[in-house]
């Protein structure tokens, strides 16, 4: 392999692993507040890249209409799910409610996936670059397209700005509080209804993101549904349940093996995120540990 192909894959690697990341991230930090396995999340995915077309084929794939569809969707999408957090999902945390919980997101992702449907149509849908975004650059010999180091750089930015909201402010320090004793929470006076109603916002508006981003690297179509949420689970159950850390030590490692792998063979590629969720569980299961990192 040549120092050019390694770099190119490495960075090819780096983008995929971020898109999974966001919307493992939005599982992990709903399971880890609400106690809810969102299965949704596949849904809300194939939403926000859809979501996109709309908006680049109204403003056009100009820069203007990228920034929008960055910050438009995930957030438009991000108070949808406070709004289903709020006439839905409250009526379920209790603990005797759990299958409740699974259905109920499940059946929102039947939702959703019929709405996009409907309005979207089943035909596929592609959407193009602004000319900012569809250059590319040359790195160590390796042609690496434009978009893939914004799709890094994002990915950075946005793994960052989770870490802060979660150990250095005080909404994290609540969302902390609320997983460990919610009721010592309400005492104090917080109201912990708010608390989740922004949690899973925040995790529905991650899978967005991660769908806004995948877009323009293929055909958009109903089919991101379940593309998107194995993986993710994959991502989640690698780098154990509720962690955020795990989580993108997983991503990043899943993506990076996958690009690899697709150097050798497609149907290889594909199974590349089984094959890691294989090795570590079995590493897990011998070491008689669970590998968990906070």
């Keep these: 392999m040549s120092l050019a192909t390694f770099v190119g894959q490495l960075f090819a690697g780096l983008s995929l692993a971020f898109v999974l990341f966001f919307t493992a991230a939005g599982l992990n930090l709903v399971w880890g507040v ?14 926000g890249a859809y979501l996109t077309t709309s908006v680049i084929a109204r403003l056009g794939a100009s820069t203007l209409g990228w920034t929008a569809a960055l910050v438009i969707v995930p957030l438009a999408v991000a108070a949808m799910g406070a709004v289903a957090e709020v006439l839905l999902l409250r009526r379920t945390y209790r603990e005797e409610d759990e299958n409740q919980q699974f259905m109920l997101t499940l059946a929102l992702s039947y939702l959703i996936a019929g709405v996009v449907l409907l309005v979207f149509g089943t035909h596929f849908r592609t959407v193009s670059l602004p000319e900012l975004l569809s250059g590319s650059w040359n790195l160590l010999g390796a042609t690496l397209p434009v978009y893939t180091l914004v799709t890094i750089a994002l990915g950075l930015l946005v793994t960052v700005a989770i870490w802060v909201g979660l150990y250095h402010t005080r909404a994290g320090l609540l969302t902390r509080a609320a997983v460990d004793d919610r009721e010592m929470l309400s005492v104090l006076g917080v109201d912990v209804n708010r608390v989740y109603s922004a949690v899973f916002a925040v995790g529905i508006g991650l899978g967005a993101l991660g769908g806004v981003l995948i877009a323009p690297q293929g055909a958009v179509s109903a089919n991101l549904e379940t593309t998107a949420l194995v993986p993710a689970f994959i991502v989640v159950v690698t780098g154990g349940l509720g962690s ?3 989580a993108l030590l997983a991503a990043l490692t899943i993506g990076i093996a996958q690009s690899y792998a697709t150097l050798q063979d497609a149907t290889l590629a594909q199974l590349t995120p089984y094959a890691v969720m294989s090795v570590v569980l079995l590493t897990r299961a011998i070491v008689g540990r669970s590998w968990v990192i906070a």
């Design 244 to 246: 955020m850390t795990g």
């Design 34 to 47: 609400l106690g809810v396995m969102n299965f949704a999340a596949g849904s809300v995915y194939m939403l």
